[in-house]
């Protein structure tokens, strides 16, 4: 059972010519609440992709996140962590 989700968002910051995929850690249990949330704290940063770009998913579920990796990592239930562009490894782990 999920006790939140690494979620990825496409969103094209100011300058950038293209949008790029923003990462997420969302602790809802809930996959939709979990993406929904996380496109609500990606709008601050940017606009947010509207449609699928070279195949991928403006808003994309990659991972549950276990509530042991949770603790782990310092997330608590209920709260956003904006984990920035660059593939989050450490999320991604057992």
Do not use: C, N
Not at 7 to 34: C, N, R, W
Not at 46 to 75: F, Y
């Amino acid at each position: 059972m999920a006790g939140g989700w690494l979620i990825g968002v496409m969103l094209q910051p100011p300058g950038e010519p293209k949008p790029l995929l923003h990462y997420f850690a969302v602790g809802h249990e809930d996959q939709g609440k979990s993406e929904w949330t996380a496109v609500d704290w990606a709008g601050r940063a940017g606009r947010v992709a509207e449609s699928p770009l070279d195949g991928q998913e403006p808003v994309e579920a990659i991972r549950p996140l276990s509530l042991t990796k949770m603790k782990t990592l310092g997330l608590a239930p209920g709260e956003v962590r904006e984990l920035g562009w660059r593939h989050p490894r450490r999320w991604l782990t057992g």
